[in-house]
């Protein structure tokens, strides 16, 4: 078990860098002037001046990479206004364009998204899971069949149409409009104003658990051991619930894991539509403002979240189906 962590820790690490690596090329490397980017159209010399001596880009390559990594272990400097301030690790940088530390726009935003991507997950994961286990159950009959073509159909319909109707007909209608409060603040406020975007994400993703979980419980059903556990006359509710959905839930946990990580990195339709301030909100302005160092950050943490949830998951894999060991 150690051996197999310490193999994945290495292996995390070399994707992050390589990441790291490959986005600092992308924003940095590529044939324009990045703090002329930065700066925008209308950047006065001073400031342009400015912006070169935080971003260094008049030093060797490796120098800029080097202090960017750097940065993120023990801070670094940057200039604003003609004064200098210290950005204390891990420094993801300075936006020029919003006028704040990098780290400080991320801390207020990643709340927003890991709240509405947690509160969703809630939603499909039981819905998900005990449609599909129901499905799986009377398989073959009228009820089977319409959980079947309820979830196709559902999932043919882009997730964009299906917020923008729920965030113009549901929010503020049948559940409470959406907004963001902080849950240290207002713990009623916060579930309140993230409902309709968790009903929402969650409802539309239930329908790929559905057919997942359908399709795992069926595989595991058909197994010898549960046919063993029901010649012992053991209730079917246990043979389905305990020696069945045990094992089917194991492929759904990968999907899980690596689906989380996905959401957490990518949230720009539910944020945007629902008008959340989270990370991909975050990300679509700084995209449209040519705002690198805020680009840069999200990649990186994009980077950490799918390994993060990759090392989680085959942990969990594990724990799950006995037959599975961590080498």
């Known amino acids: 078990m150690l051996t197999f962590l310490l193999r994945r820790l290495v292996s995390a690490v070399s994707v992050i860098f390589l990441t790291l690596i490959a986005s600092f090329s992308l ?18 010399p001073q400031r342009l001046a400015e912006i070169e001596k935080t971003l260094r880009v008049h030093d060797p ?4 990479f080097t202090g960017y990594v750097k940065g993120l272990f023990v801070g670094r400097d940057y200039t604003t206004g003609g004064v200098t301030q210290e950005c204390s690790a891990p420094c993801l940088g300075y936006s020029f364009t919003l006028g704040q530390p990098v780290t400080k726009l991320i801390a ?30 009377v398989r073959g009959t009228m009820l089977d069949r319409v959980v079947v073509a ?3 159909t559902l999932s043919s319909i882009p997730y964009f149409v299906v917020a923008l109707i729920s965030a113009l007909f549901v929010a503020g209608v049948i559940l409470p409009g959406s907004e963001w409060v902080p849950i240290t ?15 929402t994400l969650g409802i539309v993703n239930a329908a790929s658990y559905t057919r997942y979980t359908r399709a795992s419980m069926i595989e595991s059903l058909g197994e010898d051991y549960v046919r063993t556990a029901r010649a012992k006359g053991i209730s079917e509710k246990r043979v389905v619930y305990r020696h069945g959905l045990r094992a089917a839930v194991t492929p759904v946990a990968t999907i899980f894991g690596l689906d989380l990580a996905g959401q957490l990195a990518g949230a720009v339709f539910t944020e945007t539509i629902f008008g959340l301030p989270g990370l991909g909100r975050l990300t679509i302005q700084a995209f449209s403002q040519y705002d690198l160092p805020v ?7 994009g980077a950490v979240a799918l390994v993060t949830m990759n090392l989680i998951v085959d942990i969990v894999y594990s724990i799950l189906d006995p037959r599975v060991r961590l080498r």
């Not at 002037?33 to 209308?42: I, K, L, T």
């Not at 207020?108 to 159950?137: D, E, K």
């Not at 603040?185 to 009903?199: K, R």
């Open 27 to 44: 924003f940095y490397l590529a044939p324009t002037d990045p703090a002329g980017v930065v700066c925008g159209p209308r950047c006065t």
């Open 61 to 64: 390559v490796i120098t800029q």
């Open 108 to 137: 207020n935003a990643l709340p927003v998204t890991v709240s509405i991507v947690l509160g969703a997950a809630f939603f499909y994961l039981l819905i998900g899971i005990m449609a599909g286990t129901l499905s799986a159950r």
């Open 150 to 152: 309820g979830t196709l």
């Open 185 to 199: 603040e207002n713990p009623l406020g916060w579930a309140g104003g993230l409902l309709a975007a968790w009903v």
């Open 295 to 301: 680009l840069m950050a999200t990649v990186l943490i």
